[in-house]
């Protein structure tokens, strides 16, 4: 059983993981647009796991004797100078991921939740993930760089990362 501080809690969340989850959309949109296919694919799969993510929480509410309140998300950015803001907004997304996640396990270790303690360890090993797949990219377009075949590469790479991982389940 919830309390009150840890439902809440889990209920923000929620509100960031859908908030990641239209921001990645918007970023996929945009990479479309501009003709990065694979860059387009590979923020259209990040949405749809973020969505995964907020319904893993859903879940866990719901089935905890709570009470998953649907958000409503706040506009999101949706025109970028260039691949690197992109970039640099996602990991940004990703950060503020990880920093309510840690507020989160602050909060259960508070109220002695040990249970949602150990449902929140897979966020805190994917937050550890995410952020370290958006600092690689962003190292590789700074080394690549966006002129001449640059923006081609960094579409070609960004695309063949959207493939590898495995589907995932709630
Ligand atoms: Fe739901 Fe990218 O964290």
Redesign the pocket.
């Known amino acids: 059983m919830l309390t009150k501080i840890v439902e809440e809690a889990l209920n923000e969340q929620i509100e960031v993981?859908c908030q990641?989850s239209y921001s990645y959309l918007a970023m996929a949109s945009w990479c479309e647009v501009k003709g990065m296919e694979g860059a387009a694919r590979f923020f259209y799969k990040q949405s749809d796991?973020?969505r995964l993510?907020m319904l893993r929480l859903f879940k866990y509410i719901n089935d905890s004797g709570g009470h998953a309140l649907t958000p409503a998300p706040d506009k999101v950015q949706l025109h970028f100078k260039d691949i690197m803001e992109v970039v640099d907004c996602f990991l940004e997304g990703?950060v503020k991921?990880s920093q309510g996640i840690n507020k989160l396990v602050y909060i259960a270790t508070q109220e002695k939740d040990y249970t949602t303690l150990n449902f929140l360890q897979w966020y805190v090993e994917?937050?550890h993930e995410?952020e370290t797949l958006a600092r690689s990219i962003q190292d590789k377009i700074k080394l690549i760089g966006l002129e001449a075949n640059g923006l081609y590469l960094i579409d070609k790479e960004m695309g063949s990362l959207s493939g590898t991982a495995n589907a995932e389940t709630i």
């Open positions: 993981e990641s796991e973020e993510h990703e991921v994917e937050q995410e």
